[in-house]
């Protein structure tokens, strides 16, 4: 039996792909929701849209410090790993859920897999990284995307065996929703935009959006982007983001805030727009692989992939940098080639899972 563990938006996202191929196998399996994410355009959206089973066990943790979050998931998977006795548990990217579902299993002796190992930004200022890092240390197979990632894991003493690189999910998600998302929704005409005449904005990392000066200098290089092309920018705001932003007290000029997109509505945005601006991890992947220009608020990445092949630009948080960063990367041919795999992680991994026994 398979357990999966997911908690946030991008878990559901890049989950759905394995979680389509247990169905489609027909596997024995089950979904465990932590709650990390909660409001209907965080989390049950991506379960409607993309048809995915509902969780049998929901956690409902809740937002919360580090700890207190962490130490709720982990006594919440305690309780489901025992009843349940999982072959393999599943857990994918860097979230709290991730790191609290990988060491709660580790501890029972239940096998992990942990689908996206080997990123790194080397910036422990990044509650992710850490994540990341202890995630990987305590997974038994480790699906990298990619030769990079792989690499990462090996100069950390990894050994090699428990790799198996598969291309990241991600993939399989873009190329399994772009052709329903074309059929299901049309949200440039819903909000009066045309093809490659408007931005698209996503902020949320903790290091940005809880630290006022940084929050300050991207809402300023957003609205000098605006007036400078004179073309819409449009933001669906993470709740997080919006709370700071309410904090912040100041008002928006120029700038299209609205609610958090359902993956069909965002995945058409983003394959449509002029070039998007963002702090995620999943946006810089995503445009990436739909040839779309980004320029990445921050000051590292543990997607250097994307600034391998030219689709990515890193602009910092000032809004000068911002504003100059947007000017050379509108300027950009597409073209490049995506480096994330061929869309078939999600068989892979499970491939993979199948075979898993108990110790
Ligand atoms: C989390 C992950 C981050 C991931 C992001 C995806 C960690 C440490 N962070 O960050 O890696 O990139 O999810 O979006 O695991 N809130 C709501 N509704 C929700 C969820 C959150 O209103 O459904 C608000 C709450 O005020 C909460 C805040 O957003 O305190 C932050 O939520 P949290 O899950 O702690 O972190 P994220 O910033 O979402
Ligand atoms: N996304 C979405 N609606 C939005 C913004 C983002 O569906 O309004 C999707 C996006 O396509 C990507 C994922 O959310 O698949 C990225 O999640 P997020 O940026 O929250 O987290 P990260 O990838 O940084 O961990």
């Known amino acids: 039996m398979i357990g999966i563990i ?28 932590s709650g990390q994410h909660y409001s209907y355009e965080m ?9 995915l089973p509902d969780p049998e066990y929901s956690l409902d943790v ?22 349940e006795s999982p072959d393999i548990v599943l857990v994918q990217g860097d ?13 029972l002796h239940v096998q992990v897999g942990h689908i996206e190992a080997g990123l790194r930004s080397f910036n422990r200022w990044m509650p992710e990284e850490i994540n990341r890092v202890l995630t990987d240390h305590i997974s038994d197979h ?23 690189m598969t291309g990241n999910t991600v993939v399989d998600a873009v190329y399994q929703n772009l052709d329903i998302s074309k059929r299901k929704v049309n949200v440039l005409k819903d909000l009066d935009l045309e093809p490659r005449e408007y931005f698209l ?38 709740p997080r983001t919006e709370k700071r932003i309410q904090e912040l007290g100041i008002g928006v000029d120029g700038l299209n805030l609205t609610k958090p997109f359902g993956f069909l509505e965002f995945l058409q945005l983003e394959s449509q727009a002029k070039l998007v601006l963002t702090d995620s991890g999943g946006v810089q992947e995503e445009t990436c692989i739909l040839g779309v220009p980004c320029a990445t608020m921050r000051y590292d990445t543990e997607r250097p992939e994307t600034l391998a092949v030219g689709s990515n630009i890193l602009v910092g948080t000032e809004s000068r940098r911002i504003l100059e960063g947007v000017r050379s990367a509108t300027t950009w041919k597409s073209g490049w080639k995506n480096p994330y795999g061929d869309g078939i992680a999600g068989k892979m991994i499970v491939m993979v899972c199948a075979a898993a026994r108990s110790r």
Do not use: W
């Open 142 to 164: 480790l699906f990298a995307p990619t030769e990079t990632a792989r690499k990462n894991l090996l100069a950390e003493g990894i050994e090699d065996p428990k790799i198996c």
């Open 201 to 238: 904005v996503t902020a949320h990392r903790q290091e940005n959006v809880d630290n006022r000066a940084r929050l300050k200098g991207i809402l300023k290089g957003l609205e000098g982007v605006q007036k400078e092309f004179a073309l819409p920018v449009v933001f669906p705001v993470h």
């Open 6 to 33: 997911l908690g946030t938006r991008p878990e559901i996202i890049k989950m759905s792909p394995v979680i389509r191929e247990c169905e489609r196998r027909n596997l024995d399996y089950f979904i465990l929701h």
């Open 43 to 51: 989390d049950r959206v991506f379960f409607e849209e993309l048809d």
């Open 95 to 107: 979230t709290n859920t991730v790191m609290a579902g990988a060491l709660t299993a580790s501890k």
């Open 62 to 83: 809740g937002s919360g410090t580090h700890a207190g979050q962490t130490a709720k998931i982990m006594t919440g998977v305690e309780d489901v790993l025992m009843k």
